[in-house]
């Protein structure tokens, strides 16, 4: 019997094995869009009891992860909607980079974890409707049509969001390497 039929028949052991199995995906997708790890959690959460209660609504269970993807972002607009939502500042905690898997020098992974920083903090510094597209494109890999379903919107929107993400991104990131290279550039003069 697949996960799907055992969801179906509410077997619990097979939602156990559906939050293991996608967890940590529907948890980086709700994190890269809410920016906050706590409420990613509960997003996910949110997603997981919704997807038990409603599966029997999923048509095609080779379409599970994509469903799954679909709730979590509808969790993760409700989140950004709520009025205390946007009115109240979260601290900010940069979790992605804690998982960081050590395969080569030192140098290269302190590189790349400065790297993930900046590239998330960059993201974040986006709209709502920028850091969703970006993120179900490059990190939940989803094609145009499919990320048009999942926001409601029109393969066009969604394709001039992402070109407009893209822009927003790269002036976020090269503000940051010019901060960084003035930073150093003064340290080194305060240092002769």
Not at 150 to 162: A, F, G, H, I, P
């Amino acid at each position: 019997m697949d996960l799907v039929d055992r969801l179906r028949d509410k077997e619990e052991s097979a939602l156990i094995e559906l939050m293991n199995q996608y967890g940590d995906y529907l948890i980086r997708t709700a994190y890269l869009l809410l920016k906050d790890h706590q409420s990613a959690e509960e997003a996910v959460q949110d997603t997981f009891v919704t997807a038990f209660e409603k599966i029997m609504q999923l048509d095609n269970p080779t379409k599970l992860k994509s469903w799954l993807t679909s709730i979590v972002i509808n969790c993760c607009r409700n989140r950004m909607r709520r009025w205390s939502w946007k009115h109240i500042l979260l601290p900010f905690e940069n979790e992605l980079s804690k998982e960081v898997v050590f395969t080569s020098t030192p140098e290269e992974e302190l590189l790349k974890i400065v790297w993930n920083e900046n590239l998330s903090d960059a993201i974040h510094q986006l709209d709502y409707k920028y850091r969703e597209v970006i993120t179900l494109y490059y990190f939940s890999e989803m094609k145009i049509r499919e990320i048009a379903v999942y926001t409601n919107e029109k393969e066009t929107t969604v394709k001039t969001r992402l070109k407009r993400a893209r822009v927003k991104l790269k002036e976020i990131l090269l503000k940051g390497e010019e901060f960084l290279e003035a930073s150093e550039r003064a340290s080194q003069k305060s240092t002769r």
